[in-house]
């Protein structure tokens, strides 16, 4: 990205990939939520669905998030194991799709 800077021809290259990033870095919160929902509902021996775990944890997320200090932390925490799982979610289908087409 900061060689797309530098170079003038992919100056808007550079602003789509500041909006990507953003856009992933909000989203990331999505599976920390669903695992924090989960964990929280598995603790208080409550089935739910993803919805119901993805409102628990967005829930208690937002007000951790709203603390002073430990909300920007938690923010940090929170934006960088969601990007972490979704990286590793996305190599992990893509491999398997690698192994399925080589097995047909």
Same mark, same amino acid.
């Given at each position: ?5 530098? %170079? %003038?021809?992919?100056?808007? @290259?550079?602003? &789509? /990939? ?7 870095? /909000? %989203?990331?919160?999505?599976?920390? !939520?669903?695992?924090?929902? =989960? @964990? &929280?509902?598995?603790?208080?021996? =409550?089935?739910?669905?993803? /919805?119901?775990?993805? @409102? ?6 937002? &007000?951790?998030?709203?603390?002073? &200090?430990?909300?920007?932390v938690a923010q940090l925490v929170a934006a960088l194991l969601g990007l972490g799982a979704m990286t590793m979610t996305y190599?992990?289908? =893509?491999?398997? =799709?690698?192994? !399925?087409?080589? !097995? !047909?």
């Amino acid at each position: 990205m900061v060689l797309s800077a530098i %170079l %003038l021809i992919t100056i808007p @290259f550079v602003v &789509i /990939y500041l909006l990507g990033y953003i856009i992933a870095a /909000y %989203l990331a919160k999505i599976p920390v !939520a669903v695992w924090l929902g =989960r @964990f &929280i509902l598995g603790k208080l021996n =409550r089935p739910s669905g993803p /919805y119901m775990a993805l @409102f628990v944890g967005l829930l208690v997320l937002y &007000i951790v998030f709203m603390l002073p &200090i430990l909300g920007i932390v938690a923010q940090l925490v929170a934006a960088l194991l969601g990007l972490g799982a979704m990286t590793m979610t996305y190599l992990a289908h =893509r491999q398997s =799709r690698k192994v !399925a087409v080589a !097995a !047909a």
